[in-house]
Structure formats: structure tokens, C-alpha cells
């Protein structure tokens, strides 16, 4: 059984940082890709950023760029989602998201989805 579990959310001031954690476990295969979604409320859900693992290959949403950095361990199978320089804006639920099909985490249509951590930005 697939299992993506998100951890490190919490409630941070603007201009700090916050690190989120994904670890995913059940994967049979030796790749896979892993990704980050959000969701504000009211909002609809956008994509953050997505990994490719082993060869490592992220790709980013352009609005997403230059304050949040994506990296992983891959002996771990835990992918980091470092984000800094937070805004009121970018308080929402974060979404860790894997798929075996890398080109699904592309198209927006993961198979697995974690529960979800809460990321609020106080202004």
C-alpha cells in the first residue's frame, strides 16, 4: 500500500520560513515523482512545484518560483519543501502528492495524495 505523509506545518509570521516534509513509503518501482499542492480557502487548488526521482528533474509553477525550493533524499524517499519569505497569501492546506507516472504529477492528476498540513501566515 502507497502511503504519502506530510509533515512540518504550523502557524509562522510574514517574512519566515517554514521546511515541509514528505515521506512516502510502498513504492515497488525505482522511480517515482513526487509533487506539492495547495489549496487556500475559497480557492481552488493550484500546483507548487514536482521531482522526479532518481534523476532528480523539478519543475515548478511560474508563480511559485523564487521562494520555494523543492529537494529530496532519495535513500529516505522524503522530498522537502523549503519555503521562504511567506505571505499572508500563502496560508492554505499543502498537499504532498506522488505518482509511479511522473507525467501524471504534470498533468495535475496524482494518484496519491497525503491528508494534508495547514501552513498559516500571519500578517
Known amino acids: 500500500e502507497v502511503q504519502v505523509v506530510e509533515s512540518g506545518g504550523g502557524f509562522v509570521h510574514t517574512g519566515e520560513s517554514v521546511r515541509l516534509s514528505c515521506t512516502l513509503s510502498g513504492f515497488t518501482g525505482d522511480s517515482w515523482g513526487v509533487g506539492w499542492f495547495r489549496q487556500a480557502p475559497g480557492k481552488e487548488r493550484e500546483a507548487i512545484a514536482c521531482l522526479s526521482s532518481p534523476d532528480g528533474t523539478t519543475t515548478y509553477t511560474d508563480s511559485m518560483k523564487g521562494r520555494f525550493t523543492l529537494s529530496s533524499d532519495n535513500a529516505k524517499k522524503t522530498v522537502y519543501l523549503q519555503m521562504d519569505n511567506l505571505k499572508p497569501e500563502d496560508t492554505a492546506i499543502y498537499y504532498c502528492?506522488?505518482?509511479?507516472?511522473?507525467?501524471?504529477?504534470?498533468?495535475?492528476?496524482?494518484?496519491?495524495w497525503g491528508q494534508g498540513t495547514q501552513v498559516t501566515v500571519s500578517a
Open positions: 502528492v506522488a505518482d509511479e507516472d511522473f507525467r501524471r504529477l504534470r498533468l495535475g492528476v496524482p494518484d496519491y
